[in-house]
Nanobody, 123 residues
Framework: QVQLVESGGGLVQAGGSLRLSCAAS????????MGWFRQAPGKEREFVARISGSGRNTDYADSVKGQFTISRDNARNTVYLQMDSLRPEDTAVYYC????????????????WGQGTKVTVPS
């Protein structure tokens, strides 16, 4: 089992920044690829970013490329999502997730999920 707890969400004005954190406990953190997803009201959960267990490989949704940065600190069992130049369309609940065997972008590929942290960017 892996437990994930997100933090860092909140209300931020358009153009501002936030850094989300996801603290993991349980199994060896570096064994898991990590992903960030988001779900806006009335929409399906969508992939945002992912990072390999070592941290050497990252990937982003086209909608956030150049705007968001995913990173991880395996010594601290934490993955981060730096979000810059935030826009109203970034408003969503953000979830981190851990994948034990497959590194992908589909939510079904991830085995463990946090409870989410809400990000609101008013228009």
């Amino acid at each position: 089992q892996v437990q994930l707890v997100e933090s860092g969400g909140g209300l931020v004005q358009a153009g501002g920044s936030l850094r989300l954190s996801c603290a993991a406990s349980g199994r060896t953190f570096s064994n898991y690829a990590m992903g960030w997803f988001r779900q806006a009201p009335g929409k399906e959960r969508e992939f945002v970013a992912r990072i390999s267990g070592s941290g050497r490989n990252t990937d982003y949704a086209d909608s956030v490329k150049g705007q968001f940065t995913i990173s991880r600190d395996n010594a601290r069992n934490t993955v981060y999502l730096q979000m810059d130049s935030l826009r109203p369309e970034d408003t969503a609940v953000y979830y981190c997730a851990a994948a034990s065997s497959v590194w992908g972008t589909a939510p079904r590929m991830y085995d463990y999920w946090g409870q989410g942290t809400k990000v609101t960017v008013p228009s």
